[in-house]
T-cell receptor, first 112, second 115 residues
């Protein structure tokens, strides 16, 4: 069975500060992991995905995530937050038949 | 850029009424998903199609919800009768195939309010 846990339903950072959003996964098979972003009243947009080719994955808008098997983690980071990064972020793992399991989300607030 | 199309974007309906949502996936995408997202939560899979066949509908409340993808292209999700607890965002997504490394592309969603 696959599942993800996102620690912290709300994260607040200052503009220019480091963004760190946490995701831990559980998977009975080698996981395929994803980060999505959602703006209010919008669908989900893919930020990045882990394909097992490299443990450090770079995505759009300056985000990256590192896959750590020993910690079963796939945390999302960005060195310098921008006001436009304020949104909700979802970690997901895919299982059999490409069924996606989403975390409960982390709302990122960026203070000026 | 190809997108998943959904309509309507917003829907307000009275409880006990019927409501339907439509989704047109990205051309060539064999897998289509319907998700329900309650405010403050992550998306929850309602039904997954591979072409015109249902792969997973274990979380679909079948007494009131139905979904079809007759020609393996666009899809309709219906609720009858709607209940107050059905108020949520309904998201449609598609992916190229059922492989485990293919991301899902999401539509803009339909925000349903049941009054």
């Amino acid at each position: 069975a696959q599942s993800v846990t996102q620690l912290g339903s709300h994260v607040s950072v200052s503009e220019g500060a480091l963004v760190l959003l946490r995701c831990n996964y559980s998977s009975s098979v080698p996981p395929y992991l994803f980060w999505y972003v959602q703006y209010p009243n919008q669908g989900l947009q893919l930020l990045l995905k882990y394909t097992s080719a490299a443990t450090l994955v770079k995505g759009i808008n300056g985000f990256e995530a590192e896959f750590k098997k020993s910690e079963t983690s796939f945390h999302l980071t960005k060195p310098s937050a921008h006001m436009s990064d304020a949104a909700e972020y979802f970690c997901a793992v895919s299982g059999s038949f490409n069924k996606f399991y989403f975390g409960s989300g982390t709302k990122l607030n960026v203070k000026p | 850029e190809a997108e998943v199309a959904q309509s309507p974007r917003y829907k307000i309906t009275e409880k006990s009424q019927a409501v339907a949502f439509w989704c047109d996936p990205i051309s060539g995408h064999a897998t289509l998903y319907w998700y329900r997202q309650i405010l403050g939560q992550g998306p929850e899979l309602l039904v997954q199609f591979q072409d015109e066949s249902v792969v997973d509908d274990s979380q679909l409340p079948k007494d009131r919800f139905s979904a079809e993808r007759l020609k393996g292209v666009d899809s309709t999700l219906k609720i009858q009768p709607a209940e107050l607890g059905d108020s949520a965002m309904y998201l449609c997504a598609s992916s190229l195939e059922a492989g485990m490394n293919t991301e899902a592309f999401f539509g803009q969603g339909t925000r349903l309010t049941v009054v």
